[in-house]
């Protein structure tokens, strides 16, 4: 996995074989940048990137001029090697070693955009959309964004705005 665009396009995020995690395509990292880019301003906002794994949509955010992400992520071995990485590139990030609904009970610091991306099995995609927007961690005119199979909707879901089918996934964006 490489970074696309901004700063440090070109950059390898490493990936460790046979980590539990499952990072955004290339090809769809930037088709979320293009249809972000074309409504909100990305340089200067703050990010949330849940379940992040190797960290590839948040790197990418503050490649392209974010002013600060926040990491969440749950597995010790993703978190470690995204907390290294963060250190190497002092990158203006924090990597929170939790699990999501945990992260989410905290008090909020609304962010900007704020990206899902749980694993395709995971089952409370709903509960993690509505803390999201209940508890005020998107900021007003913000977006949020759920990675999800394609064979999943939250087109019911309240703010929903969009969605966008890659192979095998799908992105749903919401509006704060």
């Known amino acids: ?12 995020i490493p990936f460790p074989k046979g980590a539990p995690t499952r990072p955004l395509t290339e ?17 200067g906002s703050r990010v ?8 590839t949509v948040g790197l ?4 392209r ?5 926040t990491f969440v992520e749950r597995d010790n071995q993703a978190a470690s090697l995204l907390r290294s990485l963060v250190h190497q590139w002092n990158a203006p990030a924090e990597v929170y070693q939790e699990d999501v ?21 995971y ?3 709903k509960l993690v959309i509505t803390l999201i927007f209940s508890r005020g961690w998107l900021c007003p005119g913000g977006c949020f964004i ?21 192979v095998a996934s799908a992105l749903s964006f919401f509006r704060g």
Not at 60 to 63: D, G
């Open 1 to 12: 996995m490489r970074i696309i665009r901004g700063k440090w396009q070109g950059r390898q």
């Open 27 to 43: 090809k769809a990292r930037e088709a979320l940048f293009n249809i972000l880019s074309n409504r909100w301003t990305i340089e």
């Open 48 to 55: 949330i990137d849940l379940f992040a794994g190797a960290g």
């Open 60 to 63: 990418e955010f503050l490649s």
């Open 65 to 69: 001029g974010a002013a600060h992400v």
């Open 101 to 121: 609904l945990q992260f989410l009970q905290r008090p909020p610091q609304p962010a900007d955009f704020v990206f899902a991306g749980p694993p395709f099995r």
């Open 123 to 125: 089952w409370q995609k």
């Open 146 to 166: 759920l990675e999800h199979p394609v064979y999943e909707s939250y087109r019911e879901m309240p703010y929903f705005w969009r969605e966008e089918r890659y």
